[in-house]
């Protein structure tokens, strides 16, 4: 079912409250590889590199709770 404008609407006033986006360059070549293995492995890039920033800042509950 898709969100409707309001939900859309208020689900990014939290995400501009509560989160951040944290990024890094890398050559073409090098996401592409990325971006195989996290298929590989089942995962999305952006909860391969989650997990990674997680478990650096010994956030592992967190971490507990999306592997759930």
Do not use: H, P
């Amino acid at each position: 079912m898709a969100l409707s404008d309001a939900r859309k609407k208020a689900n990014a006033k939290w995400d501009s409250a509560n989160m951040s986006t944290l990024g890094c360059k890398v050559k073409k070549t090098q996401a592409e590889r990325f971006k195989k293995y996290c298929e590989s492995i089942g995962k999305t890039s952006n909860t391969v590199l989650r997990e990674y920033v997680l478990s650096c800042i010994n956030d592992v509950d967190e971490v507990s709770e999306r592997n759930g």
